[in-house]
């Protein structure tokens, strides 16, 4: 079955405690992405990938790295985590100009 | 820069009547649009698409999203709402190369289907 899996699901942590958030497609998918969800903001995005060691920032990078070794693998890494990175964080792939695969969410809270 | 604007935050109907969301882009390209639903406690789940082809687009669940150009608008309807359909509604705007391969998402709006 295609999908978009991130894991974990929740997860809560205390500020400044690196943590890493994986997310895996079985797609073969070129372009990966990483966004989160606050309340009355929408989706915003973190980073994206278009391929294999190629990454670079979207509109609120701040906090945030990235890496992408394999073509399906794009973990989310926070070096020091803070409250206000508490959010709902979605995984997604897409091919070309394809709509976009999203995984199932990750919900973290920073106390 | 491409942007995308969701007029309503919310809106509310009754059962049984049509749904209007709407949604304006800003696009120097001809753009493709989306629209994603997100039901409490999920992910996101695309409707429908516009990638160049008809402009009136048809989706899953009843729902459908004309593209008019002269209006730079994508509104998402659906002739008679159920209970089911109550749901947070993306606009999503995508640059047409994938250069970035970014979507730029609508702030939403949240739907309420009143019984």
């Known amino acids: 079955e295609a999908q978009v899996t991130q894991n974990p699901r929740y997860l809560i942590t205390v500020t400044g405690k690196k943590l890493t958030v994986t997310c895996s497609q079985n797609?073969?998918?070129?372009?990966m992405s990483w966004y989160r969800q606050d309340p009355g903001l929408g989706l915003r995005q973190i980073y994206y990938s278009m391929n294999v060691e190629v990454t670079d920032k979207g509109d609120v990078p701040e906090g945030y790295k990235v890496s992408r070794k394999e073509k399906r693998n794009f973990p989310l890494i926070l070096e020091s985590p803070s409250p206000n990175q508490t959010s709902l964080y979605f995984c997604?792939?897409?091919?070309?100009?394809?709509?976009?695969?999203f995984g199932p969410g990750t919900r973290l809270t920073v106390t | 820069a491409q942007s995308v604007t969701q007029l309503d935050s919310h809106v509310s109907v009754s059962e049984g009547t049509p749904v209007l969301l709407r949604c304006n882009y800003s696009s120097s390209y001809s753009p493709s649009l989306f629209w994603y639903v997100q039901h409490p406690n999920k992910g996101l789940q695309l409707l429908l698409k516009?990638?160049?082809?008809?402009?009136l687009v048809k989706g899953i669940n009843g729902f459908e999203a004309e593209f008019k150009k002269s209006e730079t608008s994508f509104h998402l309807t659906k002739p008679s709402a159920h209970m089911s359909d109550a749901a947070e509604y993306f606009c999503v705007v995508s640059d047409p190369g994938g250069s970035q391969g970014n979507l730029i998402f609508g702030k939403g709006t949240k739907l309420s289907v009143k019984p």
């Open positions: 997604a792939s897409r091919t070309g100009s394809s709509e976009q695969y």
């Open positions: 516009y990638t160049s082809a008809a402009t």
């Open positions: 797609m073969n998918h070129e372009y």
